[in-house]
């Protein structure tokens, strides 16, 4: 009989909670896909940082888990709820408390496993769009393999069961303190509306906004950051969304004891009624749903930021196939070019060396001027900190200013496919990196540049992509003529290669393993990489077929996870949201059917209900909208400014907020249809 009775209780609740089981299933299917990164063989052979991937993504899991967790334990507790009288009948006609809780248990276990193993099913087609598309962006060919990995389906179980089993002991414990009272009265407590004092609580509507204005000029106008300022912001951040809800529920209600004028236009006072009981009973849980659809939008935002990195900065970092380095200021390259004949076809070649002449002068305006060192190269009185120059570990540039002579540049610069550059004796140029001459402009003035007793007079700014990550120079090259390089000291060895098709996987191994590795860790310490921050590599062997895979491997770490939980955070708020109007579909149908014998017709009904649900729906979304594209415009700014990258900030925020509206409808629709349904309006 209980087996019946609870098989007939799921069929209801697939019904009732159709959205949820949908949810859940898809939450699992993304679950199974993204453990498949973890688990794939191919994936681990690929590259040496292999075990990143893993990691970002069990990270992502773990917050992942928390919020299903989450949505688990507030839909048990939801439909216990929801069926209080349900269960204090069946406590009067005898049945024990036990024996309910068990029903109502297995009910759940039922509706929790047909969603894993529909998941499943899904998560393997998905499991094999993820792998395709991460395959594409690392640039990796790949085939299309349907199973099922054990691994990955045992710790999707192990996730997902636990997820379950937590909020059932929960409920459990719960219900085993209720009575036959309580029950019954479960959800006329959850309806229950208090009008307490909300005179002064209609303020904390003007005040959250004033609140959230104060933080975004903060956010826009603060100089530093440390991790005090950062936990201030955000806990501000979060008291101004709550408090924002608190506020409006108030400021509703007392807008309509005062009967303004617009609540007597068409069916407002309906709307304004509905739309204040419910946010007064569900502030915390509006607050919350705004928090998760405001870090799923900055997650995506951040994840596009990254996926602009990869397809804009990446490619023009590094512009030669080969390049090598060689703290020998004489070295000839022998051995790589015998490992560069061996594996490869080279169509042309070219050594060349880079010089100083004891001079720091560039490296210190840099140092000085440059917003991302801020004050940490200056003393008080703002005058450079020689000591801190000379003695920087971080080699962010070179000891001294890197010098290259006319001809070299110019034979490069016609590899790469540039025109060539005249200078005058007596004249220089600098060629630096185009993201640090956007924020130096000119700063010619501040530096005097001789060879020898003669002064150089500055002649122009290059900046096409020219390997600046601490092979031609860190940020930054001195052009002067070739005349003006005899009274200078070579400095270190440079071999550029042009390469006919594509290179082989493992040359880049090949030539690291022809440097020993106490010779590599020196080199390394002799790097001058450049001011990137964000997103920074540097190696002495450069290999252009084989670092841009596994940068974007590296960055791809962030991008897929960052996407992974903004897609479950999303999901899991809207699920919430049409949750909630569905479950009161009863309540509303008395109130709808009462509109309609006052002749109502069913027009103006589905009118109303599609009023009635954007409001519910569009609060929370505009207001997370307003705050996470605060954030991201912010964040965006100092991405681009740090990177490189020109994307235009608001198209970081735009895409996510494409992508998430385009969730938002199909789950809007779905309420929108249902809610009909169930009252009845046809």
């Given at each position: 009989m209980f087996a019946k009775l609870a098989w007939r209780n799921v069929k209801r609740s697939a019904r009732d909670y159709l959205i949820y089981?949908?949810?859940?299933?898809?939450?699992t299917a993304l679950m199974f896909a993204f453990d498949g990164l973890i688990f794939s063989k191919d994936v681990q052979r690929m590259f040496e940082m292999a075990g990143i991937v893993a990691v970002m993504v069990g990270i992502a899991t773990f917050f992942v888990l928390l919020i299903i967790s989450w949505l688990i334990n507030y839909m048990v507790r939801f439909m216990l709820e929801k069926r209080g009288k349900e269960f204090g009948i069946y406590l009067l006609i005898g049945m024990e408390k036990k024996k309910i809780s068990r029903l109502y248990m297995r009910e759940n276990a039922l509706l929790g496993t047909g969603a894993f193993l529909a998941g499943i099913l899904l998560g393997m087609l998905l499991q094999q769009i993820l792998l395709s598309v991460f395959y594409s962006v690392v640039q990796m060919d790949y085939h299309l393999k349907f199973g099922l990995d054990k691994y990955c389906v045992l710790m999707t179980a192990a996730c997902y069961a636990g997820c379950y089993l937590l909020a059932l002991v929960r409920?459990?414990?719960?219900?085993?303190?209720?009575?036959?009272?309580?029950?019954?009265?479960?959800?006329?407590?959850?309806?229950?509306?208090?009008?307490?004092?909300?005179?002064?609580?209609?303020?904390?509507?003007?005040?959250?906004?004033?609140?959230?204005?104060?933080?975004?000029?903060?956010?826009?106008?603060?100089?530093?950051?440390?991790t005090g300022t950062v936990l201030l912001f955000l806990v501000g951040?979060?008291?101004?969304?709550?408090?924002?809800?608190?506020?409006?529920?108030?400021?509703?209600?007392?807008?309509i004891r005062k009967k303004g004028r617009w609540i007597y236009r068409g069916e407002n006072l309906f709307l304004l009624r509905q739309f204040s009981s419910k946010i007064k009973t569900m502030w915390f849980t509006m607050g919350t749903l705004t928090s998760l659809f405001t870090l799923s939008l900055l997650g995506c935002s951040v994840a596009m930021m990254f996926h602009s990195f990869q397809n804009q900065v990446l490619t023009e970092k590094f512009p030669f196939d080969v390049q090598v380095y060689s703290s020998n200021a004489d070295d000839n390259f022998r051995k790589e070019l015998r490992v560069l004949k061996r594996e490869t076809v080279m169509k042309e070649h070219?050594?060349?060396?880079?010089?100083?002449?004891?001079?720091?002068?560039?490296?210190?305006?840099?140092?000085?001027?440059?917003?991302?060192f801020g004050d940490t190269y200056r003393n008080r009185d703002g005058s450079p900190n020689m000591d801190k120059i000379y003695k920087n570990e971080e080699k962010i540039y070179c000891d001294l200013d890197t010098y290259m002579k006319l001809s070299d540049y110019n034979q490069l610069r016609r590899m790469l496919g540039y025109e060539p550059i005249h200078l005058e004796n007596g004249?220089?140029?600098?060629?630096?990196?185009?993201?640090?001459?956007?924020?130096?402009?000119?700063?010619?003035?501040?530096?005097?540049?001789?060879?020898?007793?003669?002064?150089?007079?500055?002649?122009?700014?290059?900046?096409?992509?020219?390997?600046?990550?601490?092979?031609n120079g860190g940020d930054y090259l001195l052009i002067v003529p070739d005349a003006a390089v005899g009274t200078m000291r070579p400095y270190y060895s440079e071999l550029v290669v042009d390469i006919q098709g594509k290179a082989p996987s493992d040359l880049s191994g090949k030539l690291d393993r022809l440097t020993d590795n106490d010779?590599?860790?020196?080199?390394?310490?002799?790097?001058?990489?450049?001011?990137?921050?964000?997103?920074?590599?540097?190696?002495?062997?450069?290999?252009?077929?084989?670092?841009?895979?596994?940068?974007?491997?590296?960055?791809?770490?962030?991008?897929?996870?960052?996407?992974?939980?903004?897609?479950v955070f999303l999901c899991v708020a809207l699920t919430v949201l049409s949750v909630q109007q569905l479950s009161d579909s009863a309540k509303y149908r008395f109130r709808y059917g009462v509109l309609g014998k006052m002749g109502v017709g069913k027009k103006e009904l589905s009118g109303i209900v599609l009023k009635q649900l954007s409001g519910y729906y569009l609060c929370p979304v505009l207001f997370a909208a307003a705050i996470s594209g605060m954030i991201a415009l912010y964040v965006g700014g100092k991405f681009n400014f740090y990177v490189g990258t020109q994307t235009p900030v608001f198209l970081y925020f735009g895409i996510s907020l494409v992508i998430f509206v385009g969730i938002y409808v199909v789950y809007f629709?779905?309420?929108?249809?249902?809610?009909?349904?169930?009252?009845?309006?046809?």
């Open positions: 089981f949908f949810t859940m299933t898809f939450i409920c459990g414990r719960k219900f085993r303190r209720m009575n036959i009272s309580d029950l019954m009265n479960a959800q006329r407590k959850n309806e229950e509306v208090r009008e307490k004092r909300e005179g002064w609580k209609r303020w904390l509507l003007p005040a959250s906004l004033l609140l959230l204005v104060f933080f975004g000029i903060w956010l826009f106008r603060g100089n530093s950051w440390n951040l979060i008291c101004v969304i709550y408090l924002f809800y608190l506020g409006l529920a108030s400021y509703i209600i007392c807008y070219y050594i060349y060396r880079i010089y100083e002449n004891g001079t720091n002068q560039a490296n210190t305006w840099l140092y000085t001027n440059l917003k991302t004249e220089y140029a600098i060629h630096i990196k185009d993201r640090v001459y956007r924020e130096a402009k000119d700063f010619s003035k501040g530096l005097q540049i001789k060879a020898g007793m003669e002064r150089l007079k500055f002649a122009g700014y290059y900046t096409e992509p020219f390997s600046q990550d601490g092979h010779v590599m860790m020196e080199i390394m310490g002799n790097f001058c990489s450049g001011s990137d921050t964000i997103v920074s590599y540097y190696a002495k062997n450069l290999v252009v077929d084989n670092l841009i895979p596994e940068i974007k491997y590296v960055t791809s770490a962030i991008i897929f996870p960052m996407f992974y939980i903004g897609l629709v779905a309420t929108y249809v249902e809610f009909r349904k169930n009252i009845k309006i046809w």
